[in-house]
Every structure is written in C-alpha cells, then in structure tokens.
C-alpha cells in the first residue's frame, strides 16, 4: 500500500470496546475504519462470561449500566439476534460482614428505584436447587439483571457497524502512532499509513502498550482470569434461566451455559501477564490452563464449597484469557491533556462487555461534541495523568494486580474502626 | 500394586509452532509447555486405580533435562505418589527413550506399566510397543477402556473395526488412547502435596544403557498453518452458508 488511506476516526482493537464506539460514530456520519491485530473478538472479548450486574456502588456507573441494556434491546432489534438473557442475579451472604453489605445494597437500590429485594435461603434454593444454601445468612434478588452474550453482542455491532459503513481490517497491528506535534494525524499499521485527527486506543489489555507509541502512560495491567463451564449433567439440570450467582466471599460468580455453568473466579491473587513478552500474532482463544493450575484449583476448591457436585473430575472445561484492570477498577475513557485527537477506551477490569454499550455511546459524544451527557469523572483518561506513583510500569501494576486481587474480598479485610456513617 | 507412568513434556500443540529458519529444530520456546495429553490420560487411569483398589502405587518418570520435573508435578499432583526424572540432555529417538525405560523398569518392577499410545509433538507411536517388546511382556495398544479381574486385567482397544477386547496376564503394558478417561484439574490439596513428594533424578549414564541413535532428523519443514475455516458474524450467515453448499434456497 503506498498511499495512506484517510478517515474520521482510527480505532486500534476490535475488540466490544471498539467496535461498540465505531458503531456509534458511524452512526452520526463519521467515516471509521477499525484495525485489529488477529481476527475481531480475540481479545478478552472472544472469552467473557458476560455478566450484567447492573446495581453499582456509584449511582452515574449503575445509570451506564441500566442504559447499556436499553441500547442492547435496540441492537437485539436492529440486528435481529438475542444478545440478553435476562436470568435475574442473586447475590448470596454466608458471613455478617457480607449479609451487612447486601443490607447496604439493597437500601441503595430501591432508593434509586432498582429492582432489589431480600430472599430467604428457602427462596433461592427453590431457584437454585444445585446449589448449597444451608449456611446462607442472607441474600438479594435483582430479576432485571441476567447476562449478555459476548459473541452474539460482537455481531450486532458488526451488523449494523457495517450498514453504517464502518470498514473492518483484521490482522492488521497498528505499530505506529503518528503525531503532529502534540496532535494525533493517524496510525501506521503493517500494511502501511492511515490518517485520521481521531484515534481512539481501544486495544483491551494491549492498550497500555498501544498508550508508549505515543510516549503516554496509560495505568492499565493486563490480569490473568479462570471459569470454568460444566457440561450438561441431568443429575444438576442448570435452566437456562437460572438466575446468575455472586459470592463474594467464595469470590465466585455463575451464570447458566448450555445446560451446564459457567463459574468464575476473581483470584486473590491473579496472574499478571507482560503483554510485550507475547507472540505478535498471539492468539488469546488458545490460552489453556494447566492440569495442575493454581488458579483452576483455587477455582475448584471454592466451586466445591458452594456445589458440593463440583470438584475436579467433574467433565468441564476450563476458560482462561486476560483481562485489563486499573488502579481503581474503572476505565478510562477519553484524551489525556497533552495529545489531542488520542483517545483512549480501556481497563474495563472485568466488565468490559457490559459496559461496552453506553461506553460506544459516552466516546463518540466526546469525540464529537468534546462532552457526554454522562457524568464521566469516575471514567476520565488522564485521572492518574502525572500523579506520582502512577508512573512507571512497575509501581502502576502493583496497583493493578492488588486491585484485581481485593475486587470480590473486599470486606475480608479490617476496616477502620466505624465513624457512624456508611 | 506398582503403577509405572512414563510422562513426556511437549509443546502445547493448540499454539502456533514453526520450524527454525535452518529446519534443524522447531521454535517451542516461546510456547507454553504441557504434561503430553496422552499421558495425562495414563496418569488419570492409574490415579483412578490407586483411589478404587488397595495399596496401588503410582510411579512416575520422564526423561530429560531438569525442566521435566514440570510434567512430574502436574502427575503428582493428579495424584501419583511420586517421580523420577532420568536426566538426559541429548534428544532420544523412541528406540532410545524405551531401552532407557526398560532400565527404569528393571529397577521399579512395576506390575503395570500404562503410558501414552504417542507423544503429540513427534507422534511417533512406537515407545510403547518397543518397551513391551524389550521387556516381553503383553502389550495392548490404544486402551479405552481397563478392568482388573482378578490378576488379570481385561483391556477394550479402539482399532479402525471397532472395539477389540484382550485380556492380559500381569505385568503388562497398556498405551492409552482419548477415550479411556478425561483428566482431572488437580486441586489445591493436590498441589501442595504433590510439592512434599519425592521426586528422584537419575543420570541416564547411571542406568548402563549405551545409547544407540536409530533415526536422525533431517530437517523441519513448517506446514500451511492458515486453517481452511472462516469466522463468520452470526448464525444467520453460517446458515446462510450452509443452504448454499447443500444447494436449497439462496
Ligand atoms: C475470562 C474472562 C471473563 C470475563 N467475564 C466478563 C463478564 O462476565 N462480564 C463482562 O462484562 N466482562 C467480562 N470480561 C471482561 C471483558 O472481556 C473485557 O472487559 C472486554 O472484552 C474488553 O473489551 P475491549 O474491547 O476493551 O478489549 P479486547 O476485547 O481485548 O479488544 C482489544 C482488541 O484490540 C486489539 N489490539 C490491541 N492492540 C492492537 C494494535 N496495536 N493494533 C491492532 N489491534 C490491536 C486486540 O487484538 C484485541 O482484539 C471477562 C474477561 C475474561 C478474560
């Protein structure tokens, strides 16, 4: 290719973080061209779970969350697959600490009008009559929430980003950032130059990497993460419908798949990968976990506590990729203040799937209006942008790892000693 | 009851692998490494004997240089009792690996010896056969199915006209094939024994067995890795392609 292909708006990563902000800009008459290093979804998209739990601890993310399903129901239209399933979640208390935090979250979600309510050990073992329920202390049900399908939700937004013109390249690394001064004018990729005033680096666990083309420092740090699917089994039928399951204190999440179920493991204390020490043509849907893992076994142990019919011979497989966290478990979505036309969109620490809606929808409004019409202060790129300690690679997933390793345990460690208020 | 288990350490075949610019070797190192399937499989059955007869003991051994005791981990963490790596820095040939076995044999007299019907990395398919034939003992091939009677042990082999069934005399030697069992994920309590075991090295000089190439590699020559298959947006496509090849609508 010798001369270099213009457009609106580059998107390093098609991955949904990417291809969900190519859509909606395209859907406002920008010219998109999206690159993508192996094939479309073979990041940490291509191996998520996809669960929707849509009652956060900060009330804009819940709002994110509760509109992302909306968009989702339009997609499921526009594109005519289903992508939501809505099953309900249940979250489940075996100790005071964790009974006192369902208490906190059932309070705040009915104060902001969130269908959530209490349900007695007797309730959930007649929706989850595979599960154990005799040490439960208590538990709360959210009927709205379910799961998302990450294959089907990659092809809507293929679907229609492609009715709306967006063009698609595949194994096609960006290996360049080209800068005008302190603004961006586009990519070279291996196949040569594209030009664009707009690059968004929605490179998933690659990203940080993608942020050093531009001499940036993206506080990211890409997160080994375990589940494990059973197969079908009549003696434990799972309905497809059953509700998905949090125990925060087992660190475990379920969801139905194909008759069996699926359970995740947010590991104490994760795997950190160094994505530059990976083949360039490294392929994420290939990753396998090792008969004798530590982490698949911590995964069984727990599994094994909340279903006594789980343990290692079970006929399952196991699922492993990684994930991108930050320090603070939330993403960053938008420019940092020295370079202008780089955008960023990553660090969805495990979420990334179901955030992806309103995330397409808050990029192109900042992208194009300079503004969302979502508070996106929690989300902002550059809120680490030069504060020391948020750096250098090392100190950043040191961050990063004790982030990912606290993410369900929490309220395990002591808390400072009560000040009244909660 | 002994149990010997012959474990090799081979390349995760799932990753993309190519041959050196030369072809004198293929480029593993960047690639993660795994317990051979197979003999994953021959772990698993022996682990299943010692947990449903008494007093069963499962030895496993590899030959190579110290990263075997890798896969002689992962097999005492499924659950055999303990290891023994004969060290060996030279590449061997089946020839070689099982007169070395053979020595290893002499050594253990073991009542069974149950390994994989191949390496995935070579698959040569001959280290089994070779051992039953310089130890002279009975031999089933691609087992899928094992069952103690007695002192025997009776033994469903998957061959290309269906099931053949043989019943051999102990000691024997049994290679397994994909279907005799699905291996287990060792669980914690598994790891952290399997970290107290014993775990034995042996110089392969020690054993009194002169090694005697038989096959040489000549070259290595990458295959065309692209796979014939497509990723496709949704369902509606494949179906659409589908009633294309078989030739209705469309
Ligand atoms: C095991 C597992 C379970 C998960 N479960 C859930 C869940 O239940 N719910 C949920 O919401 N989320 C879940 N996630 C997280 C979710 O997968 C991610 O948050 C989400 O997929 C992130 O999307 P992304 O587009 O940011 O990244 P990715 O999907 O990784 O996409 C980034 C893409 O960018 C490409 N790329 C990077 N650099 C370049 C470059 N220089 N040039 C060209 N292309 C490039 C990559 O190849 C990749 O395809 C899970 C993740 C894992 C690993």
Redesign the pocket.
């Known amino acids: 290719m010798s001369k270099a292909i213009t457009a609106d708006a580059i998107i390093?990563?098609?991955?949904?973080?990417?291809?969900?902000t190519a859509m909606q800009l395209a859907g406002r008459g920008a010219k998109v061209i999206v690159?993508?290093?192996?094939?479309?979804?073979?990041?940490?998209?291509?191996?998520?779970?996809?669960?929707?739990g849509q009652l956060r601890g900060n009330a804009e993310h819940t709002r994110m969350l509760m509109d992302g399903v909306e968009i989702v129901r339009e997609l499921e239209k526009q594109a005519g697959v289903e992508i939501f399933v809505p099953t309900g979640s249940l979250r489940i208390a075996e100790t005071p600490e964790r009974a006192e935090e369902i208490a906190a979250l059932v309070a705040m979600g009915k104060s902001i009008g969130f269908e959530i309510d209490h349900a007695s050990a007797d309730e959930v073992s007649r929706m989850l009559p595979y599960m154990r329920t005799d040490d439960l202390l208590d538990a709360c049900y959210s009927p709205t929430d379910g799961?998302?399908q990450?294959a089907e939700l990659v092809s809507a937004y293929l679907k229609i980003g492609k009715a709306r013109g967006v063009e698609y390249r595949t194994h096609?690394?960006?290996?360049q950032i080209l800068l005008d001064g302190d603004r961006v004018r586009g990519?070279r990729?291996t196949d040569g130059e594209y030009h664009a005033d707009v690059v968004v680096?929605?490179?998933?666990?690659?990203?940080y990497?993608?942020a050093e083309?531009a001499d940036a420092v993206l506080p990211t740090a890409a997160i080994?993460?375990?589940?494990l699917t059973t197969r079908p089994d009549p003696a434990h039928p799972v309905d497809r419908l059953s509700p998905a399951i949090r125990d925060r204190h087992l660190r475990l999440?379920t969801?139905p798949e194909s008759g069996g179920l699926i359970v995740?493991i947010y590991d104490p204390e994760p795997e950190l990968h160094d994505m530059r020490r990976l083949p360039v043509d490294f392929d994420?849907s290939r990753m396998k976990a090792a008969r004798d893992s530590i982490q698949v076994a911590q995964l069984l142990d727990a599994a094994n506590r909340r279903f006594p019919w789980i343990d290692g011979r079970t006929p399952m497989s196991i699922?492993?990729?990684?994930?991108?966290f930050t320090p603070d478990a939330r993403?960053f979505c938008g420019k940092m203040p020295d370079i202008d036309g780089l955008y960023h969109?990553?660090?969805?620490?495990?979420?990334?799937?179901?955030?992806?809606p309103t995330i397409g929808l808050i990029m192109s409004q900042l992208i194009l209006d300079g503004e969302s019409t979502y508070d996106c202060e929690s989300i902002e790129a550059d809120r680490y942008f030069d504060v020391p300690g948020y750096v250098n690679r090392v100190e950043i997933e040191e961050k990063c790892v004790r982030m990912a390793g606290n993410y369900y345990g929490g309220v395990e460690r002591p808390r400072p000693v009560a000040s009244g208020s909660r | 009851m002994k149990i010997l288990v012959p474990t090799k350490r081979v390349p995760d075949t799932d990753q993309k692998i190519v041959a050196s610019a030369d072809g004198l070797r293929v480029e593993t190192d960047h690639i993660p490494h795994v317990i051979n399937p197979f003999d994953a499989i021959a772990v698993e059955e022996a682990v299943r004997i010692s947990e449903r007869l008494r007093d069963v003991e499962v030895v496993a051994v590899g030959i190579g240089g110290p990263e075997y005791e890798q896969p002689l981990r992962t097999a005492l963490a499924m659950g055999a009792a303990r290891g023994i790596i004969v060290q060996c820095a030279k590449p061997l040939d089946p020839w070689n690996v099982s007169r070395l076995l053979k020595a290893i044999v002499e050594r253990e007299t073991p009542d069974l010896v149950l390994m994989g019907k191949q390496a995935v990395d070579d698959d040569a398919n001959q280290t089994g056969q070779f051992l039953a034939a310089l130890l002279d003992w009975p031999q089933a091939t691609f087992a899928s199915r094992l069952e103690f009677i007695g002192n025997e042990l009776r033994v469903d082999r998957e061959t290309d006209h269906g099931i053949e069934t043989l019943t051999l005399t102990l000691p024997a030697l049994v290679t397994t094939d994909l279907r005799l069992n699905e291996p287990r994920y060792a669980s914690m309590a598994g790891i952290m024994k399997a970290r107290k075991k014993p775990l034995e090295t042996i110089a392969a000089g020690e054993l009194g067995v002169p090694l005697e190439p038989r096959v040489e590699v000549i070259r290595y020559r990458s295959g065309d890795t692209r796979r014939a298959g497509e990723r496709l947006a949704s369902l509606d496509e494949f179906a659409a392609l589908i009633a294309q090849a078989a030739g209705i609508g469309g």
């Open positions: 390093i990563g098609g991955g949904v973080a990417g291809l969900s690159l993508e290093r192996e094939r479309i979804g073979n990041g940490s998209t291509g191996r998520a779970a996809g669960l929707l799961h998302i990450p096609t690394p960006v290996v990519v990729a680096n929605a490179g998933g666990p690659w990203s990497l993608n083309l080994g993460h375990y589940y999440y969801r995740g994420m699922t492993t990729g990684i994930m991108t993403p969109c990553s660090g969805f620490s495990g979420h990334g799937i179901v955030q992806s």
